[in-house]
């Protein structure tokens, strides 16, 4: 069973994102952005500033703009180095049966504190008409259609927020009758962006079932102990691909002990006793927190993973990505990655390469734009080989950081 066999239907996709004047972000535009995206680029290209546009927005609705933009250091360090105008940020998302909808966030600082500029949400009702804005708001003023299908002839209700620091799809998608602007709120603040260390996974938490793995790992113990109680048999299944995976394993307990936490153990099949998780090699527990993350039966609706090659053997990375893209069925990822393993099970059109510009800004481009990719996988070469040898233009720090300029030419392997 794979994960994508857990839950059938088409979770919301985000297909398009827009960023302006975040870090070296000036002006970055993915279009047609699939349902797995991977990020490839030098160290300092842009990967993880993409990566954290995503992390940024999730905080904002989590704990607030203010707490997200002063985490990344104010205006000083997030805003782009000579960029004018606020950091922007627009995303064009469909969820199943709905038209497009597009949110736009844009966010300025005065007087050390974020301000939002503007925040709208448009679509499209039909084939024919102009795109409106049923969510309208600047500077906490503004105002929003109500109702299942808000149309542009619907009556626009003035709603004013506390504070021009307040998103106001986060207010209002706490009210039933918004319940477009509660599905965006419900979206984002599902996402999971992880920063997963294997460190953390080796905690000893305190005892209880958790649904959803943390950002970092650390309640790995209790999600066990979740699909233990709950989901016996999808944990059998990530139990059946860890064994292929590292040798010897046979699986993973979590006991609770008598001061009340939680003690997580790996058992070896040669051995009658568990080796505790703090002892665990790095790449087990990472191999482990990404099975229970790809395999949750209810997963986030958009996942991040930054650089899954870290303590992995390289020969787990091709079949780690193909089951990255069977999740994708049920989920919406995008990974960052450096290494050439990985690559090898994508397909260009999932690959996005980054690249900075005489200026220092981050430029992209998709993989099966670049000149002479789609012939050369076509004659079965394989990204992750065509990259090592340059021929994607990006990767090799010493030799060259842009886009190819000139055309290449397929060759049969």
């Known amino acids: 069973m794979k994960p994508s066999d857990v839950r059938p239907g088409a979770p919301a996709r985000i297909e398009y994102l827009k960023v302006q004047n975040f870090r070296a972000l000036r002006e970055v535009e993915f ?109 906490g003023l503004g105002r929003a259609v109500s109702g299942e299908q808000p149309d542009a002839q619907d009556r626009r209700i003035e709603v004013p927020l506390k504070s021009s620091d307040l998103l106001a799809v986060n207010a209002l998608g706490q009210f039933a009758e918004h319940p477009r602007v509660a599905a965006l709120r419900e979206f984002i603040t599902g996402w999971y962006v ?67 936490r939680l003690l997580l153990q790996i058992k070896d099949a040669p051995f009658s006793h568990p080796v505790l998780a703090r002892f665990a090699s790095d790449g087990t527990l990472k191999m482990l927190a990404y099975l229970v993350l790809l395999y949750d039966p209810v997963p986030p609706p958009f996942i991040g993973i930054e650089e899954p090659e870290n303590f992995l053997h390289p020969r787990l990375l091709p079949e780690l990505a193909e089951e990255c893209r069977t999740a994708s069925g049920r989920t919406q990822l995008l990974v960052t990655t450096h290494s050439p393993f990985f690559l090898n099970a994508l397909r260009p059109t999932e690959v996005r390469v980054l690249w900075r510009d005489e200026q220092g800004y981050t430029q992209t481009q998709r993989a099966s734009d670049l000149p002479g990719v789609p012939e050369f996988v076509e004659h079965g070469a394989l990204l992750g080989h065509l990259w090592m040898e340059g021929q994607l233009g990006v990767g090799d720090p010493l030799v060259n950081q842009g886009a190819p300029t000139r055309p290449l030419r397929a060759r049969k392997p």
């Open 31 to 139: 279009k047609e952005l699939t349902p797995l995206t991977v990020l490839l680029g030098p160290n300092g290209s842009g990967k993880s500033t993409v990566f954290d546009v995503f992390a940024f927005l999730a905080e904002c609705f989590e704990v607030g703009l203010r707490r997200a933009w002063d985490k990344r250091g104010r205006a000083k360090e997030l805003k782009t180095r000579g960029g004018e105008g606020p950091v922007s940020i627009e995303i064009k998302y469909r969820e199943r049966g709905y038209p497009l909808i597009t949110y736009h966030l844009a966010v300025d600082e005065r007087a050390g504190r974020p301000v939002v500029i503007e925040e709208w949400l448009r679509w499209k009702r039909g084939s024919h008409g102009q795109p409106f804005r049923f969510l309208d708001y600047r500077e």
């Open 194 to 260: 992880s920063y997963l260390s294997a460190d953390s996974a080796r905690g000893q938490p305190e005892a209880g079932p958790r649904e959803r793995l943390s950002k970092t790992g650390d309640n790995l113990a209790n999600v066990i102990q979740y699909l233990a109680e709950q989901h016996e048999g999808q944990l059998e299944r990530i139990f059946a691909v860890l064994r292929s995976r590292v040798p010897r394993i046979e699986r993973v307990l979590a006991e609770t002990m008598p001061d009340g």
